[in-house]
């Protein structure tokens, strides 16, 4: 079965610090998706990222960075200099694609979330 | 750009009534999908539904729980006799179909209903 873990509960940072946030998984697939979505304080849920499993590369978006490590089964999601406005819940996901002998309709497996609050 | 969207954005109801939570997904997605989140907690899959079918549903969507497409457009979700720990925020999503490899597209998902049962 798919599970995602964000070991860190809350993070506090004062603006214009770089901030990571941690997410480790475990699934029996060898083609996944993972994701990271945002969660502003009004509650919706904003898609920010997505990684393949067979593309290993880190890329970085604005000031948005990942950092893919398939050896160790984690999905790391960096903000640079961060801003009051990007205080929110943070959620990792996964996506299995149904190799494992499984089926998979792209149904997401959260992680519990991370609190980052950015202070002025 | 096109959303998601959810009525109503709050329900109070009374334990033990029916609800039906209603969402209207992208227009030209093809799969959809419940989610609940506990005040607090993290994002719970529910039922995933394509083809005019359930495709996948968790152990929380019991038989007190339904889901439907009753037209081109909407898709609902229904709690028959509610509980008090159905007090959450419901979200719908749906994502377009790619072939196979449906996975790898984000969902999108509406803003949300918060259902709070008295």
């Known amino acids: 079965a798919q599970k995602v873990t964000q070991a860190q509960t809350e993070i506090s940072v004062v603006e214009k610090e770089d901030v990571t946030l941690d997410c480790v998984y475990e699934?029996?697939?060898?083609?996944?998706?993972l994701f990271w979505y945002k969660q502003p304080p009004s509650g919706e849920l904003v898609f920010l990222i997505r990684r393949n499993s067979f593309d290993e590369q880190n890329e970085i978006s604005g000031r948005y960075s990942w950092n893919f490590q398939k050896s160790t089964s984690s999905f790391n999601f960096t903000i640079t200099a961060s801003q009051v406005v990007d205080s929110a819940v943070y959620f990792c996901?996964?996506?299995?694609?149904?190799?494992?002998?499984?089926?998979?309709?792209?149904?997401?497996?959260f992680g519990q979330g991370t609190i980052l609050t950015v202070h002025p | 750009e096109p959303e998601v969207t959810q009525t109503p954005s709050h329900q109070v109801t009374q334990m033990g009534q029916e609800v039906i939570l209603r969402c209207v997904p992208i227009?030209?997605?093809?799969?959809f999908y419940w989610y609940r989140q506990i005040l607090g907690q993290k994002v719970e899959f529910l039922v995933s539904?394509?083809?005019?079918?359930?495709?996948?549903k968790s152990e929380i969507f019991d038989d007190q729980f339904s889901v439907e497409r009753p037209d081109g457009s909407n898709f609902t979700l229904k709690i028959r006799s509610t509980k008090l720990e159905d007090s959450a925020m419901y979200f719908c999503a749906s994502r377009p179909d790619r072939g196979r490899f449906i996975s790898n597209q984000p969902q999108h998902f509406g803003d949300g209903t918060r259902l709070s049962i008295l």
């Open positions: 699934t029996r697939d060898t083609t996944y998706y």
């Open positions: 539904f394509y083809n005019n079918e359930i495709s996948e």
């Open positions: 227009s030209n997605h093809l799969y």
């Open positions: 996901a996964l996506s299995e694609a149904g190799n494992a002998g499984g089926t998979s309709y792209g149904k997401l497996t």
